[in-house]
């Protein structure tokens, strides 16, 4: 799926900012873990779960998922929801919040947009309707919304909730649409920007954060620029020392296999992806390879399903044998340092890359004569060219240097002149839009059979 159709606190598409940090987990009263099965997927984040659950017997844990994985084992509350029936979940919460008034309306009137329209948006999920739709007893409906929002019987002010999910929501034909209708819960009760409260997404791959940061995506550009936006464009254009960014976006993976299949894209660069063995229409990838004229493909194994298909193979090195920074779902840069040298031929990425455009610009007429666009002799330059890519973006890392990474990992943001990075986000209740506040609006769910067989497009 493009990036763009995930979810998320965000202005632009593809931006990933979590506004939370694993120490929430021992602050939090109430987790809500749904789309996600971190005691398989996420052991370490489960190991962090299991030790907050010792240290608090009091902590409440509801798993939303339609199996009794092991995850659900440790749940307080285990809803065991129809697939593809989140939004119904989350509007019925949201729904029963305001029936019972635990909303958070100060937070609402000062820091959303657009609270009414959603507010009548989600009347349709009467608990008889999330019942029908989602198989949950109104009882399990009632308790999940009051933990939800920290309301407890006698207490006094709010108790913190943190949420954690993952792909089992992003991974879907509607995933932005289940990711803002949970947050849309957070903001809802102000359950955001504090110790052991917001949204948290659990990256679904190592350094997925990372790629985002780096604008590694088709119509994205570095520090979270957006390649429609023109400013953004000259920025990076005067960064790079170039008189232009194109303007017109690449192919997304899906697309770009459609265009070599159909004869359009005639050499294809395939490096850490194997997209003859993950890539959906697999008939389609095998098509695309087969006809392209000239397949490339940078791998460490000789053995992958893609690689069957390269008319050239570029040894690269494994994770055990590289160097450089990674960036977790916390928004904590890491650096990584190579345990064992690399065998053979193998070279890095970088280096690849690289050397590859250094043997390619003294055959273009408008280049030949001009310094390099690469002049990168090792990762840390690379990674100062990334950093002067941030000042003054939501990611600033300008306060950040390599040797500071060497000493231990840091959280962006992270400007010049800050002493450390920032553990949470949206502390003041700004956020990553233009009005500074985000618009509540989430589709409707469309109506569905009885009993739900399966899941229903919500567009």
Known sequence: MHEQRRGGLQGHAGRRRAPACYEDLAHAATLFITGANPAWAHPIVFRRIEDAKRANPQLRIIVCDPRRTDTAELADLHLALQPGSDVWLYHGMLRCMLEQGWVDQAFIAAHTQGWDALAAQVQHATPAAVQQHCGIAPAELLQAAR?????????????????????????????????????????????????????????????????????????????????????HRVEVAALWGVPEVPATPGKAAVELFEAAADGQIKLLWIACTNPAHSLPDQALVRRALQRAEFVVVQDAYATGATTRYADLLLPATTWGEKEGTVTNSERRISRVRAAVAAPGQAWADWRIVTEVARRVQPLLPTRAHLPSLFPYDGPEAIWNEHRESTRGRDLDITGLSWAQLDAAPQQWPCPQGQPQGSARLYTDGRFATPMAAPALCCPSPAPWPSPPMHATPLR
């Open 147 to 231: 933990w939800f929002a920290g309301v407890d019987a006698g207490a006094t002010g709010r108790s913190p909730t943190l949420s954690l999910y993952c792909q089992g929501l992003n991974q879907s034909v509607h995933g932005t649409d289940n990711n803002t209708a949970l947050i849309h819960l957070h903001l809802a009760c102000g359950q955001i920007g504090k110790p052991g409260a917001g949204p948290f997404s659990l990256t679904g791959q190592p350094n997925a954060m990372g790629g985002r940061e780096v604008g590694a995506l088709a119509n994205q550009l570095s520090a979270h620029r957006n390649l429609a936006d023109p400013q």
